[in-house]
């Protein structure tokens, strides 16, 4: 059991819109008394091209709220990547994000300042295009505007996290919600295989900067979202 005094982890949750983040998020606060984080709003970013400090600053406030609710809990759960940038503006590069090096040079600095880190495990929820669709269909309390721009992001996104796992095996879970009555469960069982220390987040940022270097079209990774 875990001293009031201590650090828990914190699990960062991704996937595709409608692939079920907030439900996970909501069963891993009631059943296992996880401090929820959800995403930061604040306000419309600067367009693509001029973006990138803002939101290292603002997903540097994210990874403190997130160490933060960790203080003293069993665990926290980030509704969201701190280092989205890279594997967003990689998929929709042709709106002009800015590349991986421009990122990796921020990110870099903030890390150095010790004002961002890697989450200590990922949660990356994947579902068929089809799955996708008859969730959003059936939930109508949210709208979901960009939802059929985000199923772009089935393959790449997928892709970017195994690279990433391939650093890190440990942390990072990539797990199908076909059956989304084990997902409480198996993310219990990530957190219990985590390493004890925590992550080399300039390790990971060098190892991510490098793989999208390598690997700049992310169409090559496009899926069939049926």
Request: proline share 8%; with cysteine; net charge negative.
């Amino acid at each position: 059991m875990l001293r009031h005094d201590q650090q828990g982890p914190v699990v960062c949750l991704e996937g595709p819109s409608a692939v079920g983040k907030t439900t996970l998020l909501d069963a891993l606060a009631r059943e296992c008394g996880a401090m929820a984080v959800p995403e930061l709003s604040a306000g419309p970013p600067p367009p693509p091209g001029a973006s990138a400090a803002w939101f290292v600053e603002r997903h540097a406030e994210l990874s403190r709220r997130a160490r933060d609710a960790a203080a003293g809990a069993p665990f926290a759960v980030l509704d969201g990547d701190p280092f989205k940038g890279f594997w967003y503006g990689w998929i929709y590069a042709d709106e002009g994000w800015e590349d991986a090096d421009a990122l990796a040079a921020l990110h870099r600095r903030a890390i150095e300042a010790g004002a961002l880190a890697f989450p200590d495990l990922y949660v990356v929820l994947t579902a068929t295009g089809a799955q996708l669709r008859e969730r959003r269909a059936s939930d109508a309390t949210r709208g979901r505007r960009s939802f059929e721009k985000h199923l772009r992001m089935l393959g790449p996104q997928r892709a970017y996290f195994a690279a990433l796992r391939e650093a890190a095996p440990s942390r990072v879970a990539i797990l199908d919600t076909g059956d989304r009555s084990s997902l409480v469960p198996r993310v219990l069982e990530a957190i219990r295989h985590l390493p004890p220390a925590p992550p080399d987040s300039l390790a990971l940022l060098d190892h991510v900067t490098g793989w999208l270097r390598a690997h700049p079209n992310a169409g090559d990774f496009a899926m069939d979202d049926r």
